[in-house]
């Protein structure tokens, strides 16, 4: 994995093997599991070689804890044998708390200062976005919030019948009840029948905003432009795709890299690419979570996701565990509740302790909040409307 940035002048790259020799002892410990005593033993130097970075960082992004001033700015070099600045930080997760990621931080910056890896400007920028994020820093449910009623839409899938019939009527009934946004999701220039130079108007005329849409990855790799032109005509400034259950690490690396690329051509649209989970993704595949190298492969500058809260527990991953993994990669919401079987439920009728999630609110940088109900009982716009009051009145 060689970095695509250039390096300062005076970088000695003796000095950066020996790093990398260093730097082994410290991730070595995240490896997995040796093998049983029914496989083949794995000869040393090729399990260095294979463990040597097990978070995955790679140099398309900048060092990053969180968003405003927790982004370094500063590339995510390779140190060595693949190995990034960001995998030599989160090789020594947990942290015991703000202060000592902080110190931990300073500790590899002052390193790589001294062996020429980075300069001495880039050491300070590195160690005042740590202090400036909110990593190892606990975010108590106060219960005294409430979600900004302009940040609550809803994901129109949950009202999938009664859209291509009566949208207009069903439109009305959201707006009716409360919702101020809403996320049509379908392909380019087919959402629930109609084009998005169709629906928006509806849209608009119900006093609904629609700051994300749902499209495929296809309409990505094939249609950037119609993208684009739907993004614009409902005014999104995100677009979001899913992924698939038959995908392996190495399909979800490749779609990583089709994200950062499509995704600095969107930014130049003023849209950002949005990637939204099932349960599937957290699935390990050889130790390996897709979502984790979904979210460590792309560029945080370019690509958002989008977490569904629902498939995110019903895949054994606990959304508050995600959003200190990952701070500021959060920018939409998926609010969608479990109930105590394991099916859907209306927001705040079920089991997920929603006020622990949110009061990681700023920390995970999201932006909005879109109830949903897969399988909504006893239709669309009732089940929406139960969502958007409970959501309401809930306090975190």
């Known amino acids: 994995m060689n970095s695509s940035f250039p390096r300062p002048s005076h970088h000695r790259p003796r000095a950066r093997h020996l790093l990398a020799v260093s730097l082994a002892a410290t991730l070595l410990p995240l490896t997995a599991a040796p093998a049983s005593a029914a496989e083949p033993e794995?000869?040393?130097a090729e399990q260095v070689a294979a463990d040597l970075c097990p978070w995955g960082y790679t140099t398309s992004s900048t060092v990053f804890f969180g968003r405003a001033g927790a982004d370094s700015g500063v590339p995510n070099r390779d140190l060595g044998d693949g190995c990034t600045i960001l995998d030599a930080v989160?090789?020594?997760?947990?942290?015991?708390?703000?202060?000592?990621?902080?110190?931990?931080?300073?500790?590899?910056?002052?390193?790589?200062?001294?062996?020429d890896i980075i300069t001495p400007g880039e050491s300070a920028s590195i160690v005042r976005a740590a202090a400036d994020s909110e990593i190892g820093t606990p975010q108590p449910a106060s219960g005294t919030r409430a979600l900004p009623d302009d940040r609550i839409g809803l994901v129109l899938y949950t009202v999938r019948a009664t859209m291509p019939t009566a949208p207009e009527a069903t439109l009305g009934a959201l707006a009716a009840c409360g919702y101020r946004n809403a996320e049509p999701s379908g392909a380019v220039n087919n959402f629930y029948g109609r084009t998005a130079n169709a629906l928006a108007p509806l849209v608009a005329d119900a006093g609904l905003s629609v700051p994300s849409i749902g499209i495929g990855l296809g309409d990505l790799q094939n249609n950037l432009d119609g993208v684009i032109a739907n993004a614009k005509a409902f005014g999104a400034k995100y677009v979001r795709i899913s992924g698939s259950g038959s995908w392996t690490l190495a399909d979800y690396s490749r779609v990583a890299a089709t994200l950062n690329t499509v995704g600095a051509t969107l930014k130049?649209?003023?849209?950002?690419?949005?990637?939204h989970n099932h349960g599937f993704e957290f699935t390990a595949q050889n130790g390996v979570r897709g979502y984790d190298v979904l979210v460590r492969e792309t560029d945080p500058n370019?690509?958002?996701?989008?977490?569904?809260?629902?498939?995110a527990a019903s895949g054994g991953a606990d959304p508050v565990e995600l959003i200190k993994q990952y701070p500021g990669r959060f920018s939409l919401f998926h609010v969608k509740d479990m109930a105590a079987d394991g099916s859907f439920a209306d927001v705040g009728?079920?089991?997920?302790?929603?006020?622990?999630?949110?009061a990681y609110s700023e920390m995970a940088g999201v932006g909005y909040y879109l109830t949903e109900n897969d399988n909504p009982r006893p239709n669309g716009v009732s089940s929406a409307c139960d969502s958007y009051a409970n959501l309401r009145a809930l306090r975190y």
């Not at 000592?100 to 910056?109: A, D």
């Not at 370019?302 to 498939?311: G, R, T």
């Open 42 to 44: 794995t000869p040393a």
């Open 268 to 275: 130049q649209a003023g849209i950002t690419v949005a990637y």
């Open 90 to 115: 989160w090789a020594k997760a947990p942290f015991a708390g703000h202060g000592s990621f902080v110190s931990t931080v300073s500790g590899l910056t002052n390193t790589l200062r001294q062996n």
């Open 349 to 358: 009728e079920g089991t997920i302790d929603f006020a622990r999630i949110f």
């Open 302 to 311: 370019l690509v958002a996701m989008e977490l569904d809260l629902y498939w």
